[in-house]
């Protein structure tokens, strides 16, 4: 197979980001290598499709981490995109960039160009905002972002309005001057599709000669010849092939993958390589480390009046509601089930907000096996609100549990470890209860249906807060970046310590993890990557 200038592992949120960019001069050769197959999926198109992919193993890797006392000892089932544009292509499509103070707080580390003015810059680049630019948003750029304002389940303005009246004032832009308040999400939605990083930055790229994309190709191991990388081993239509690059080779596989194909490789805690039987190239006890991800619940409420529910579970409301869609674009299948949403402060002496919240007008105590139900819903009118944290101090790790490429790494997610993250998790569904108390939401409650009105006092909560929380997706920080070898893997130009010619460039590189959905910031990451690579190769 023809040698390419780079090699890109991975075609998810920052790797099609990385494939469009490092092909858009014409002078480079890049060969990008995805395990999963095309995005041209219905269910992955339409924006309420991914309750249908979360647990389909045609484009979903399906992990689940190891049994964590932080969930009561419960498995907690991580869904991760396995198909072009990655968990971008699978996910809720809420575009959230982070509080500014999370991007200083990089820089600060230690981390040259990636303060919140570095990377400011680059997210107004990289955006089409339909609320149009200003000092904050951009437009013109190749990813739309939809201002998500119209269409929208009529409770959302009570919801917010229950918000205010609970002391959360009204925030029209959670990218904007300020992160905290309550509103709507904007989302990565274009027109009455889907808008991942597949189809903004991949396929416009893919028409390009300099671009070649091997979809079901499974990188297996980095090709190491005197201590740089030179090449990828991967299989393909069950087949062992090998891939050299000229320049470097760039992990982007994200926070599970490229630490995992690391440590395939030899690149990693030399004990864990030395049990496996694997060649050591690099010892690095830090891959696979720090992992970060948030957690959350919901609180789900039986209504008096109709919610999505009552439009999304009888064949009759789908039938409606499918009819809508096709013949206007718009109605409930046309958005992410999170409506609104928003970010607060769990004690008034915090800096900026720590928990995050989600409105959704439906609810799913009843769910059908093997389905994450969004497409069918419980059989009356309910409604959840959900939060999780921004910045645990819990930390996880991953590590391989068997040298076989194709089996699954152990997952520990240690979630909810330590005791500050379990006190913030106490005070935050407090104040959603707050939320749900206030007049504009109280008229429309019947009850409270989970945790429900029994559960009172500060030990049934902390219990409920681990029997029914999980992951909220946002997996990072597994192969994260700083300038210092002893405690990071990459450098701040996200070259991998202790080896020449290889990057890694994915949410796996977050120094710590930002406060809000990650599908930005791995955008972000893949963006500015591109810029380095480009200029380190002059």
């Avoid at 808008?195 to 000669?209: E, T």
């Avoid at 790790?397 to 500050?420: C, G, K, M, Q, V």
């Amino acid at each position: 197979m023809q040698d390419s200038d780079y090699i890109i592992v991975g075609a998810g949120s920052a790797g099609c980001v990385l494939a469009n960019r490092l092909t858009e001069s014409g002078k480079h050769t890049v060969t990008l290598l995805e395990a999963g197959g095309t995005d041209m999926r219905f269910y992955v198109q339409l924006p309420l499709g991914y309750g249908k992919l979360f647990y389909d193993p045609a484009v979903n890797w399906l992990y689940k981490s190891e049994p964590d006392p932080g969930l009561a000892g419960q498995q907690d089932h991580i869904p991760r995109g396995k198909l072009l544009g990655g968990s971008s292509s699978i996910n809720a499509m809420v575009w959230i960039r982070g509080h500014r103070a999370d991007y200083d707080e990089w820089r600060a580390a230690g981390n040259v160009g990636w303060g919140w003015d570095e990377v400011l810059a680059a997210y107004r680049a990289i955006e089409d905002n339909e609320a149009g630019a200003d000092d904050w948003r951009g437009q013109g750029g190749p990813l739309h972002i939809s201002r998500n304002r119209k269409g929208l389940h009529w409770l959302v303005e009570d919801y917010i309005a229950a918000c205010r009246q609970a002391g959360l004032p009204y925030n029209a832009d959670f990218n904007g001057v300020e992160q905290e308040g309550a509103g709507t999400y904007q989302m990565t939605i274009k027109g009455r599709r889907r808008n991942s990083s597949a189809r903004a930055f991949l396929h416009p790229a893919m028409r390009r000669k300099n671009l070649r994309v091997l979809t079901r190709a499974q990188a297996t191991r980095v090709i190491f010849e005197a201590g740089r990388a030179v090449g990828v081993e991967f299989l393909k239509d069950g087949q062992r092939q090998t891939l050299r690059a000229r320049g470097e080779v760039i992990l982007a596989a994200g926070a599970i993958g490229s630490p995992q194909l690391l440590q395939l490789s030899g690149v990693g805690p030399g004990a864990l390589l030395q049990e496996m039987g694997i060649g050591l190239q690099h010892e690095n006890a830090n891959v696979g480390a720090h992992y970060s991800d948030h957690h959350g619940l919901n609180y789900t409420w039986r209504m008096k009046v109709p919610t999505y529910n009552d439009m999304l579970r009888p064949w009759w409301g789908k039938l409606l509601v499918g009819m809508q869609y096709f013949l206007t674009g718009g109605g409930p299948l046309s958005k992410s089930i999170n409506h609104g949403g928003g970010f607060f402060r769990t004690r008034p002496d915090l800096p900026r907000p720590n928990m995050q919240l989600y409105m959704q007008a439906f609810s799913t105590l009843l769910p059908k096996a093997g389905e994450r139900p969004l497409l069918t819903p419980d059989p009356f009118p309910g409604l959840s609100l959900g939060l999780s944290n921004c910045r645990p101090t819990s930390r996880g790790w991953l590590r391989l549990a068997s040298p076989d490429p194709l089996a699954p790494p152990s997952i520990t997610a240690n979630a909810f470890a330590t005791p500050e993250d379990i006190q913030e998790m106490l005070e935050a569904v407090k104040f959603l209860r707050q939320i749900a108390a206030q007049p504009a939401f109280a008229r429309w409650a019947k009850e409270e249906l989970r945790p429900g009105p029994l559960v009172q006092s500060d030990e049934d909560l902390i219990a409920d807060i681990r029997a029914r929380s999980g992951t909220v997706y946002h997996q990072s920080c597994t192969c994260r970046m700083g300038p210092d070898a002893a405690t990071s893997v990459t450098d701040p130009r996200l070259r991998v310590h202790g080896v020449a010619g290889l990057r890694v460039i994915d949410a796996s590189a977050f120094p710590n993890l930002i406060a809000g959905n990650t599908n930005a910031p791995s955008i972000l990451l893949g963006w500015k990557g591109a810029e380095m690579v480009l200029a380190d190769a002059r």
